[in-house]
């Protein structure tokens, strides 16, 4: 016989065969306007079929926004799937690492876990394609599946402001091999997803001195530096897991893609929504705002805002969202 090829000459074919792509809501920029579409299927659904319509979501995308090049009708879309439903359509299989969201409750409110079966989260620069879209991939469920559905949509807010004044997202990874670093699961492909609908107390807002609401953040106000002393229960010592800038590496991260939401005359806030590599990272932050963790200190940003919904979502690589057509 012949000389057989050594495993190291194979080795490249054999990583290019198992490289898996994450979606593209998952590394991709915010863009100006976002939709999330959060929608629980009723108990005799065709999950399979449910699946199927997901799966087909960037067809959709091509439906509606056909120029890919075009910045400004172009949509960066992805889908995600909540553990009951992702285990069932997989034959039992699931995502790697358990995700199942924890109700939370601390002294200064609760972080309800309200569950959901498929969540879309796109983004475009043009705010009728992100209507059309989610006409189109609502209409294509099979008839009676959708027990309820929720489109929230988010825009930007003064270059990039929360609806209380401050900076979002200041500690996002800026460039995307960073952020998927971050969001991407290396052994799947995968990442793991927070979404959290909060409604702002504007009054609180309005009529608290900046100098006070800095310090529950923890950073200034008009151009979010990181205060060099602030307090254990502010919103990022919280995450970050210490009071003084810089002193030790983040223990967990995730990459946040949130927006505001909502009307001057109804209800506004930010839609949070965070990928992760690891359910870890989510469970860390959040339990942190509540007081789940060993200091029992919970976050001063719940001072002024309300979270009134919340879960966590599997969003499979492209290679493994294929499987489920």
Not at 61 to 66: A, D, E, G, L, T
Request: with cysteine; proline share 6%.
């Amino acid at each position: 016989g012949g000389d057989k090829a050594p495993l190291s000459f194979l080795l490249p074919e054999l990583l290019a065969a198992t490289e898996s792509t994450p979606q593209q809501s998952v590394c991709a920029q915010n863009k100006t306007h976002s939709v999330y579409i959060w929608i629980h299927l009723k108990p005799g659904a065709d999950l399979r079929a449910c699946a199927r319509v997901a799966a087909t979501l960037q067809q959709k995308v091509h439906v509606v926004s056909p120029d890919e090049n075009d910045d400004d009708d172009s949509i960066s879309a992805g889908v995600g799937f909540g553990p009951n439903f992702y285990k069932q359509v997989t034959n039992g299989k699931g995502a790697p690492l358990n995700y199942a969201c924890p109700y939370r409750k601390g002294y200064n409110g609760e972080m309800p876990s309200t569950g959901g079966d498929i969540f879309i989260h796109a983004k475009c620069n043009n705010y009728s394609k992100l209507f059309e879209l989610t006409q189109l991939f609502v209409r294509s469920f099979p008839a009676n599946c959708i027990e309820k559905v929720e489109d929230v949509y988010g825009w930007t807010y003064q270059e990039g402001r929360d609806l209380s004044g401050f900076i979002d997202g200041t500690e996002n990874p800026a460039d995307e091999d960073d952020r998927k670093k971050v969001a991407v699961n290396d052994a799947c492909g995968g990442s793991y997803c927070v979404t959290q609908r909060w409604i702002h107390d504007h009054n609180v807002i309005q009529t608290t001195r900046d100098h006070t609401l800095e310090s529950w953040v923890g950073r200034t106000k008009p151009d979010s530096i990181e205060q060099a002393r602030k307090s254990a229960s502010s919103h990022v010592a919280r995450m970050v897991g210490s009071t003084t800038p810089g002193q030790q590496p983040k223990p967990f991260e995730m990459v946040r893609h949130s927006q505001p939401y909502g009307t001057v005359c109804g209800e506004s806030g930010l839609f949070f929504i965070g990928y992760a590599a690891s359910p870890q990272n989510l469970d860390y932050m959040l339990d942190r705002m509540v007081g789940a963790d060993k200091d029992t200190l919970c976050d001063d940003i719940m001072r002024l805002t309300k979270c009134v919904s919340g879960t966590y979502w599997y969003f499979p690589s492209q290679e493994e969202l294929k499987k489920l057509c």
